[in-house]
């Protein structure tokens, strides 16, 4: 149970597009299509973004779009926004009844 | 209204026990795995534990196996986690998450969390 690897930084401008990484193993995010992407902003409780890889929940923004090739995982923020700004952790199962989530990355709005 | 509250934690010495409680409305409780994930001051999201929808699969972090053991009780709508032999390294916000499924997927729903705190 190894934490999945995301940068721990990435910025860009308004409007931009952004995409962050978040590379695991054959034993969690390249054998299961169980990836899910978290929003958290400081001192409140994260909120879900995508899951099952690229699967939006209602009320998310579809400028947030998410994929896999291999084991890697990518959650991409097209249209960058100021309220974009925040902490990003991917997350996969990883067997046996077991989750294992990124270490996080902050997302900056220059 | 859907909502998760968590209650339980508190200061606690190290390798004192509690714990912890999650009481869930507004969502058919059965029919959802539910999962604890912590986050200690200042770091990133650590899934704990879950459990399916029937209790019948469950997992845990190599980091509290053999040390916590989460349940859940149907009849009352509640989930929750007992940690023994506590840490230091235990320390953290611990948050109740809904799964999407009945086993382990993703976490749509989520507390405010409660705060552990092991020192002596």
């Known amino acids: 149970q190894s934490a999945l690897t995301q940068p721990a930084s990435v910025s860009g401008s308004p409007g931009q597009s952004i995409t962050i990484s978040c590379t695991g193993t054959s034993s969690d995010v390249g054998n299961y299509n169980l990836v899910s992407w978290y929003q958290q902003h400081p001192g409140k409780a994260p909120k879900v973004m995508i899951y099952e890889v690229g699967k939006r929940p209602s009320g998310v923004s579809n400028r947030f779009s998410g994929s896999k090739s291999g084991n890697t995982a990518s959650l991409t923020i097209s249209g960058l926004q100021a309220e974009d700004e925040a902490d990003y952790y991917c997350?996969?199962?990883?067997?046996?009844?077991?989750?294992?989530f990124g270490g996080g990355t902050k997302v900056s709005v220059l | 209204e859907v909502q998760l509250v968590e209650s339980g934690g508190g200061l606690v010495q190290p390798g004192r026990s509690v714990k912890l409680s999650c009481a869930v409305s507004?969502?058919?409780?059965?029919?959802?795995?539910m999962h604890w994930v912590r986050q200690a001051p200042g770091k990133g999201l650590e899934w704990v534990s879950g459990i399916s929808w029937n209790s019948g699969n469950i997992g845990y972090a190599d980091s509290v196996k053999g040390r916590f053991t989460i349940s859940r009780d149907n009849a009352k709508n509640s989930l929750y986690l007992q940690m023994n032999s506590l840490r230091p390294e235990d320390t953290a916000l611990y948050y109740c998450?809904?799964?999407?499924?009945?086993?382990?997927?993703?976490?749509?729903?989520w507390g405010q969390g409660t705060t552990v705190t092991v020192s002596s």
């Open positions: 507004g969502f058919t409780f059965d029919d959802y795995a």
């Open positions: 998450a809904k799964d999407v499924n009945q086993v382990i997927d993703a976490f749509d729903i």
């Open positions: 997350c996969s199962y990883a067997g046996s009844s077991t989750g294992v």
